[in-house]
């Protein structure tokens, strides 16, 4: 059974502070990627990687930052959390070669107070 | 997100179809997708279709895929109470994955 999971549910942080969010998954998939989901503008995309050490920009990088270290271990990154980022974040992975099913994390709630 | 584009709302009388629409602007897209968000739960796909059909038929859904005005749509027969949700397109290329904002439906009585 594919697993994608989110190590964090739910956070609860102050403004300033650096959040790691971490993704792992257990399929050896090259594609992954971190969203945040608001009411009315869906999922957007923030960054994502196809392959270890590799990154790309999605549509709202700004104030966020990511690490591909392991193929497994897709990591989000808030260098100083803001009140504009309390959000539910979601990790997704996708085999890059074959087959058409995106495996999601169940999600993570941060609030930043 | 930027590259998919779809309307906020819809609301439909229960018993009739319902069509969701969608724009995309990657044309090197590979599958496209849809998927349902119903209050305080995650996204369940309801179906896919991949870049060379023109359409698919699942029970009571149809997707119709236009590749050349890259318009992709979802269309739910008999629509029911359960079929209220949030509808997600979503477009598929080799290394990215991006979702449009959501279509609410609401269906009345």
């Known amino acids: 059974d594919v697993k994608v999971t989110q190590s964090s549910r739910y956070l609860v942080k102050r403004t300033g502070e650096k959040v790691f969010l971490e993704c792992v998954q257990d399929?050896?998939?090259?594609?992954m990627f971190w969203y945040r989901q608001d009411p009315g503008l869906g999922l957007r995309l923030i960054y994502f990687?196809?392959?270890?050490?590799?990154?790309e920009k999605g549509d709202i990088p700004e104030g966020y930052s990511v690490s591909r270290e392991k193929k497994e271990r897709f990591s989000l990154i808030l260098e100083s959390a803001s009140t504009n980022q309390t959000s539910m974040y979601l990790c997704?992975?996708?085999?890059?070669?074959?087959?058409?099913?995106?495996?999601f994390g169940e999600g993570s709630w941060l609030t930043v107070v | 997100g930027e590259d998919v584009e779809q309307s906020l709302f819809l609301s439909v009388r229960e018993g009739d179809s319902s069509v969701i629409n969608c724009t995309y602007t990657?044309?090197?897209?590979?599958?496209l997708y849809w998927y349902k968000q119903e209050p305080g739960a995650g996204l369940q796909l309801l179906t896919y279709?991949?870049?060379?059909?023109d359409m698919k038929q699942d029970q009571r859904l149809t997707v119709l895929l236009n590749k050349k005005d890259k318009h992709l749509s979802l269309r739910i027969a008999d629509t029911q109470t359960g079929d209220s949700a949030i509808y997600f397109c979503?477009?598929?290329?080799?290394?990215?994955?991006?979702f449009g904002a959501g279509t609410t439906v609401t269906v009345r009585a």
């Open positions: 997704a992975s996708i085999n890059q070669g074959s087959g058409n099913t995106i495996y």
């Open positions: 399929m050896d998939h090259e594609n």
């Open positions: 990687s196809y392959d270890v050490k590799m990154k």
């Open positions: 990657d044309s090197s897209s590979t599958y």
């Open positions: 279709i991949f870049s060379n059909m």
């Open positions: 979503a477009e598929r290329t080799d290394y990215k994955l991006s």
